[in-house]
């Protein structure tokens, strides 16, 4: 290598160091202001009495669940005990065990009130 190369193999490292050098400090400058924003946050909650509970309850994140009543039942002849799904979520074991039988899942379907 000679000198010119060298010098410039130099400044072209230093061009890439000046340049990472910038953005750690733009990085740490940007975090700095985000730490001040949760501070003044945390200053105005706590003049105005403002919890974070009072915050996370206001926001409905907790949805409540409604019942949904059972679309399919039947009597397990082991225990005597009625076993119902409303056809939504994971096909329980029972109505798969009966349809891979050949039977049909209607062969359990709830129809005013009772079962099929």
Same mark, same amino acid.
């Given at each position: ?29 940007? *975090?700095?202001?985000? @730490? ?5 946050? %945390?200053?105005?909650?706590? $003049?105005? =009495?403002?919890?974070?509970? /009072? ?28 076993? *119902?799904?409303?056809? @939504? ?5 029972? %109505?798969?065990?009966?349809? $891979?039988? =050949?039977?049909?899942?209607? /062969? ?9």
């Amino acid at each position: 290598m000679n000198a010119d190369q060298i010098e410039k193999l130099l400044a072209d490292v230093t061009a890439i160091y000046d340049e990472l050098k910038e953005e750690k400090r733009a990085q740490a400058e940007a *975090e700095e202001a985000h @730490r001040q924003k949760i501070q003044s946050l %945390i200053a105005l909650m706590n $003049e105005e =009495g403002i919890t974070p509970e /009072d915050i996370l309850g206001s926001t409905g994140t907790t949805k409540p669940t409604r019942q949904v009543k059972p679309k399919y039942r039947r009597i397990d002849n082991a225990t005597g005990k009625a076993l *119902e799904w409303s056809g @939504r979520g994971r096909t329980p074991k029972w %109505i798969t065990e009966h349809e $891979e039988k =050949g039977g049909s899942r209607d /062969d359990f379907l709830i129809v005013g009130g009772e079962s099929a």
